[in-house]
């Protein structure tokens, strides 16, 4: 509010956008928001929007009349926001418009990505100083909520800021408990967990598979699950992130796709039944719990495989110069774009089949594409589109004459007259999964049947799923344009290498409490133990009596055989003292495993 160069450390929660926001709508003009997020872009212009703000976002899929039309909007439209990607401010006639515009704020979000050492360096953020020199005069404010003190340093650096103001708040967060627990049945734990805990949760997993996979064994067990990851459509993101958001369903599971601007007070626990890649994604995700001051957890759950698997996920699938270069040029030429043009044509791409058109590996290829964009050569909309349409062209009473001759196609066309109403009248999105499962067949043999219909002339048929779309940002100079970024991919994969490396420190480290490790990584070091991780609680836990607890173990096996989960449940111990119990009961042959794997007393 005073003019002043800003600097906002805030952990997730901690209120970041409202931090430009209300000093933005207290000044005359418009604040101009630097994001890379484009999905949180169009989130915040949609709240804004709703609440009566003038705002708008210009992102890289945009043509250039649109573009033109949206900066005249912001100059001469009264709009109090204008969101924008980082790679858009190369362009000049973005320059040229942002010089006109009353601007009252410059407020950089996620601005750890400025930094080389950030979780998520975009050169492009480097295109921010030019914001700079267009309006010298105007104060900037840069917000994050994961920098470890090298990265504040390079932020600080890098926006240029003279003598700026720099918020800290503390990384502690009191009433959460982190927790790491090595579990040789993960999902008995997780079941065990969820049943004692019936609050709101998320649950991180690694891939979209997972995500059904397990939200359908919660299910099972008779706790309210649903799923999210980045291939679902809007609808079904929506339908399930309003059934979790209303209490409706305790449990999310979801890849780590789902997070971005997720401000639910109550989540319980936040369990990861995979490592995540980083500290800092972790400690984002983590820290979704417990936001309303209550009693919450963050839960790891370990085992002996999760090292290879995380090595395997993360570092085995980084992709080298020589393969960056490759899949740059496959794919200027899939799209048959000459050399020197391709400048922010967009396209719609099927991933699936470029990776099997050029035979490449697809984790390799796709963490490649991810790194052109995170690098600026390509913006890459992972957003589902599903543009498949059908139309009737024939009329209702012809329909079903050529029904009562091919009397096969009978369920699938009746299921999509059902679903689709107006139909006959104009062409009609539809989801093919949708009306596969309605009519209780594959997709295939949907797709099958489609095609036969439209060769019969019954229907106008347009099958064009995507699940992505390419936009180039830079024209085409192959092996040109991945020399200049090079240097970036080499530092960038060896910091991924020791992101890795410190994550896997942190789950085996149980010597130090490990709310005080995570606050010692983001630069907190004179801290105290916090009294409620699992490293605290397990110095502080006394062992149970092994003659007591063998005794109980006892009375419960007079009643019937149990197995090793049932009386776990049933026992108020812990998991190894348990075993240490029943071994000793074994080794004196007081008690027998059955050939089910259950225990039962050896004199019955």
């Known amino acids: 509010m005073e003019d002043e160069d800003t600097f906002a450390l805030l952990p997730t929660g901690g209120g970041k956008s409202l931090c430009f926001q209300i000093p933005a709508l207290a000044k005359e003009g418009i604040c101009i928001v630097v994001s890379p997020l484009i999905a949180l872009m169009k989130d915040q212009v949609k709240t804004l929007n709703n609440r009566g703000i003038k705002a708008l976002s210009i992102t890289s899929g945009i043509s250039y009349n649109q573009l033109d039309t949206l900066l005249d909007n912001c100059i001469y439209g009264n709009y109090k926001f ?28 996620e601005a750890h990505c400025i930094s080389q050492w950030g979780n998520d360096f975009r050169p492009a953020y480097k295109n921010i100083t030019l914001l700079r020199q267009i309006q010298p005069s105007v104060n900037v404010i840069a917000l994050t909520a994961s920098a470890r003190p090298q990265v504040v340093e390079d932020i600080v650096k890098e926006l240029d800021f003279i003598q700026p103001k720099i918020f800290k708040q503390s990384f502690k967060r009191d009433n959460l408990a982190y927790m790491v627990f090595h579990e040789a049945d993960k999902y008995f734990r997780l079941e065990r967990i969820l049943k004692k805990n019936p609050e709101s949760s998320i649950v991180y997993v690694r891939n979209r598979k997972q995500t059904l996979d397990i939200s359908t064994y919660l299910e099972s067990k008779g706790i309210s699950s649903t799923y999210y990851h980045g291939g679902l459509s809007n609808n079904d993101k929506d339908t399930n992130m309003m059934s979790w958001k209303n209490n409706q369903t305790q449990v999310m599971v979801a890849t780590n796709a789902f997070g971005m601007g997720i401000d639910k007070p109550d989540v319980k626990t936040v369990i990861h039944l995979n490592l995540p890649e980083s500290i800092e994604s972790y400690f984002q995700e983590a820290g979704r719990a417990g936001r309303n001051g209550k009693k919450a957890f963050a839960i790891i759950l370990k085992n002996d495989s999760d090292k290879d698997l995380v090595e395997n996920q993360f570092l085995n699938v980084l992709p080298s110069v020589e393969l960056v270069k490759q899949v740059y040029r496959k794919l200027c030429n899939y799209f048959q774009i000459s050399y020197g043009e391709g400048m922010y044509q967009t396209f719609d791409f099927d991933f699936t089949t470029f990776c099997k058109t050029y035979k490449f590996s697809a984790t390799l290829c796709y963490n490649t594409l991810l790194l052109l964009d995170r690098n600026s050569v390509i913006n890459l909309s992972k957003q589902f589109k599903n543009k498949d349409s059908i139309q009737f062209i024939i009329p209702n009473n012809a329909l079903f004459g050529y029904l009562d001759r091919h009397p096969h196609f009978s369920t699938i066309v009746k299921s999509i007259l059902r679903m689709y109403g107006g139909i006959f009248d104009h062409v009609t999105k539809v989801d093919l999964n949708k009306i596969a499962s309605k009519a209780s067949t594959s997709e295939p043999v949907l797709v099958q049947a489609l095609q036969k ?45 020791t992101q890795v490396e410190t994550m896997l420190d942190y789950i085996e480290n149980e010597a130090v409490c490990k709310s005080m490790q995570l606050l010692a990584y983001f630069g907190e070091i004179h801290t105290a133990p916090c009294g409620i991780c699992s490293v605290c609680i397990s110095g502080k836990k006394s062992k149970t009596n092994p003659e007591q607890l063998k005794k109980e173990i006892i009375k419960l096996l007079e009643i019937k055989d149990l197995s090793s989960r049932d009386l776990l449940s049933q026992l108020n111990c812990h998991e190894a003292d348990l075993k240490d119990a029943l071994g000793l009961l ?15 007393l050896s004199h019955l």
């Not at 007081?590 to 089910?596: A, C, G, S």
Request: proline residues 6%; without cysteine; hydrophobic residues 40%.
């Open 453 to 497: 219909l439209e060769q019969d002339d019954i229907i106008t048929l347009n099958l064009a799923k995507t699940d992505a779309q390419v936009t180039f940002i830079e024209p085409r100079e192959d092996d040109k344009t991945i020399n200049r970024i090079a240097p970036i991919i080499k530092a960038q994969n060896k910091l991924k290498r």
């Open 82 to 109: 204008l969101y924008v990607s980082p790679e858009r401010l190369q362009q000049e006639l973005v320059q040229d418009r942002i010089r006109q515009m009353p601007v009252n704020l410059i407020a950089v979000d």
């Open 586 to 600: 074994l080794e004196h042959q007081i008690i027998l495993i059955t050939p089910i794997n259950t225990y039962k």
